[in-house]
């Protein structure tokens, strides 16, 4: 997945005006700080009412429950490792340690679609 970081402090009505320039990514990571901090998908700009456009910060709503993974970790430890962890997602980074530049993010969704797609052409 694409990702685009915007700090936590960024609010609803900013983040829907992010959403409309950029509508073809579809999640962003949330960072205070430099560290990071969770996710939100650009779904998450539905939530943007009169009454809490300018109030509700990202860091608010972002999805908490990730892991951390090498750009090099073998799927499988990926899924174990998030079933494990009950996480929704994975934040991918470059090189050998979990602590260097964020290349990508992959989801539960992500996951099962391949499995799927894996399963069509197996099945042919």
Not at 19 to 25: F, G, L, S
Not at 30 to 35: A, F, H, L
Not at 77 to 99: C, F, K, L, P, R
């Given at each position: 997945?694409?990702?685009?970081?915007?700090?936590?402090?960024?609010?609803?009505r900013q983040f829907d005006q992010v959403v409309t320039?950029?509508?073809?990514?579809p999640c962003y990571l949330v960072e205070d700080n430099g560290r990071i901090v969770g996710f939100v998908n650009n779904i998450a700009a539905l939530r943007l009412?009169?009454?809490n456009a300018d109030t509700v910060k990202l860091g608010d709503i972002a999805k908490?429950?990730?892991n951390t993974?090498?750009?090099?970790?073998?799927?499988?430890?990926?899924?174990?490792?998030?079933?494990a962890s009950?996480?929704?997602?994975?934040?991918?980074?470059e090189g050998a340690g979990t602590a260097g530049k964020v290349i990508g993010?992959?989801?539960?969704?992500?996951?099962?679609?391949?499995?799927?797609?894996?399963?069509?052409?197996?099945?042919?």
């Amino acid at each position: 997945t694409n990702l685009g970081p915007l700090a936590a402090s960024t609010t609803l009505r900013q983040f829907d005006q992010v959403v409309t320039q950029q509508p073809e990514r579809p999640c962003y990571l949330v960072e205070d700080n430099g560290r990071i901090v969770g996710f939100v998908n650009n779904i998450a700009a539905l939530r943007l009412t009169d009454g809490n456009a300018d109030t509700v910060k990202l860091g608010d709503i972002a999805k908490k429950n990730f892991n951390t993974v090498s750009g090099q970790t073998s799927l499988y430890d990926v899924i174990s490792g998030m079933h494990a962890s009950g996480a929704e997602a994975a934040v991918v980074t470059e090189g050998a340690g979990t602590a260097g530049k964020v290349i990508g993010l992959i989801s539960r969704k992500e996951l099962a679609d391949a499995v799927v797609e894996a399963t069509e052409l197996f099945r042919n």
